[in-house]
Nanobody, 126 residues
Framework: QVQLVESGGGLVQAGGSLRLSCAASGRTFRSYAMGWFRQAPGKEREFVAAINWSGGSPYYADSVKGRFTISRDNAKTTHYLQMGNLKPEDTAVYYC???????????????????WGRGTQVTVSS
């Protein structure tokens, strides 16, 4: 069992930066793929970024590529989403996710990652 707790959300002006953190519990963290999704009001949840267990080969949604960076610290069982050049359309609840199917891209999993956090609100003002 893996439990995930997000932190770091808040209100920021357009062009600003935020770093989200996701603390994981459970001994199997190191073997799991980790990722981030987001859900804006009135929209479906969408994939943002993911990273495999070794920390290599991160991948991103086109909408955030070049602005967001995902990373993980297996010693701290925490992964991060560094968000830069934020835009009002980045406003959403951000959820961290974890899944043992490390070899399969997280954005292709059906019905989605196995474990979810409760989410943290990110609001970008124009």
């Amino acid at each position: 069992q893996v439990q995930l707790v997000e932190s770091g959300g808040g209100l920021v002006q357009a062009g600003g930066s935020l770093r989200l953190s996701c603390a994981a519990s459970g001994r199997t963290f190191r073997s799991y793929a980790m990722g981030w999704f987001r859900q804006a009001p009135g929209k479906e949840r969408e994939f943002v970024a993911a990273i495999n267990w070794s920390g290599g080969s991160p991948y991103y949604a086109d909408s955030v590529k070049g602005r967001f960076t995902i990373s993980r610290d297996n010693a701290k069982t925490t992964h991060y989403l560094q968000m830069g050049n934020l835009k009002p359309e980045d406003t959403a609840v951000y959820y961290c996710a974890a899944d043992p199917r490390d070899s399969q891209p997280m954005n292709t999993l059906s019905p989605g990652p196995t474990y979810w956090g409760r989410g943290t609100q990110v609001t970008v003002s124009s």
